[in-house]
């Protein structure tokens, strides 16, 4: 039935009430103002102590530099390099029917630039439905591919199809790898152990084979709504305990009023008002436990003003303690943006490369049906799914 | 003779093909060919329409130029346009090869199958078919995107053109044309302006 347009929009205007106040601006104001004039090396050792005092409920940063340094993106290295990179998208699996199957598209896009430019696109497709595929074994348990390890697996599909294209890319110019998202897998974190020991291996082990071949890799993140720099900043605008906030007896209430302003700032907020086009900020350690597991290939971030938007660059430590493939990242990045007006072109390609259209995703299921047919095999999805594609009355 | 398209739609009076080289297509009203049933036989058509467009439907046409970057340096900077543009030309179907071994100009029986290749005509080919005015008739009563007139034209400057500028020919074409308009005097005089020689 149709949407009640009339009780939605007075709603809409509240939001946007709500948004938009001069006191926000005046604490972002401030917010940026701290993130000028806080001195690092007081910050990290400010960070160290409160991380063994307290235990902080929020993902921080740690910077690497000065927290509120300004880079100019440098030029690219060269005339002549290349972007490769790769996006997905999945049909999960379908618990209206009586298979258990999914398929993951990982598109693909190597742009080359310079003195011989050239394209290739191209898009793979894997169809799981062994055993082994469509769960991971524990325990005499199976866990089934579904939800945020759909997303995993296809994360590590897009890694792994990223690494086998770069192999076939000739090492006459640079060659920087690119995904869509983060690289810091989150979601490991509320998973049990067998589906962290599943998944963080072969993660790791790709990123590994990036960095014995010598070809940087970085993930982009556009508008993202992380805030680690952000609470960073609130621990600096309060000592007290942060189990205390509920009370929030301690501060003053500047302290109060401009912590609970920062607590809602988004990073790229705060960086947008503070990096201007084609800058970039220093680069930061995440908080996040499960960059402990990462070894070698934790992964670090930064923010980037793309002349767009802020967009958050992750890349391994070795990708951003390189001075060489770190500014060719952004560099590249930058680049990248300027030709996608606003996104990164190789990014934008390879997601057409990926996406699985409505018809497509029927004709998947048209395929299952009629090759269980040809074996005399009836397909019966479930009656709630039936009443949906019938919709009788 | 090189291929330079692939069929990519087909019916009973005209065919669409993928055009191989971008933004390249036939010359508007030349002599085309498909080779069908082995190479035994050959269904012949005149190029009515060339276009290019996004490859996907769902991607606009956006403006890539700069100060710096324009017209063939957008394809050096936006690699990707080689993959992601398509060319298409249109040819009306005006003859075939009969079983009988001769050349009728009129539609083929049937329409020459999907993703088959479509070549330029030679000049022998070419000689040949022009030598009957036949076809002129089925491209006047064409209603394309170009006005059949037009259409007719181009179909004789290119024939014209691929006869090594032969005069006698060119006559003999411009009477065909009044005996198809004589009473269309409009019509008549859009056609025989646009084959004059310069």
Redesign the interface.
Known sequence: MPLDFAAIQPQIAQMIGRAQTQSTADQLQAACELLRTTDSARLRQVLQERQQRDRIPWLVATPRGQIGARHAVGPLPGPDFSVLASDGSSIPPDRHSPLRFFLVNVGL?L???GRR?????WAQSRFRSDEQDIYIRTEGRRIPMEGARMGLQMALDELQALWEAAQDVGSGSPLLALRDGSLIFWALQSEEEAVVGHFLPQILDCLDRFRMAGIPIGSFISYPGAQDVANTLRLLICGQDPKHCGQCAGATDQERSLCRAVADFRDQALFLRHLRPGERSTVFDSSSTILDRYGEQRVQFAYLHTGDEIARLEAPQWVMSDETMRDFLFAAVMDQCR?G?GYP?CLM?AH?QAVITTGERYLVEQMVEETLAERGLVYVRSAKDRSKRERGV | MARIGEIVATSSSSLTAASFALHQPPPLGSLVKVTVEEGQRRVYGVVSFGTTTGL?PG?RV?RRSTDDVQDAAI??????????LRTEFQALLVGYDGPDGRTYQHLPPQPPPLHYSVCACDADEVRRFSQRHDHFRVLLQTMGEIPAEQLLAAHIREMYRARGNDAEWLAAAARQVAALLKGEYDRLMGVLQAIEPA
């Open positions: 896009a742009l080359t630039y430019p050239d394209a290739q696109l030709r007006r072109a390609e057409e | 996907d991607r956006v394809y050096a900077e936006h690699p990707q346009l080689d993959k992601t």
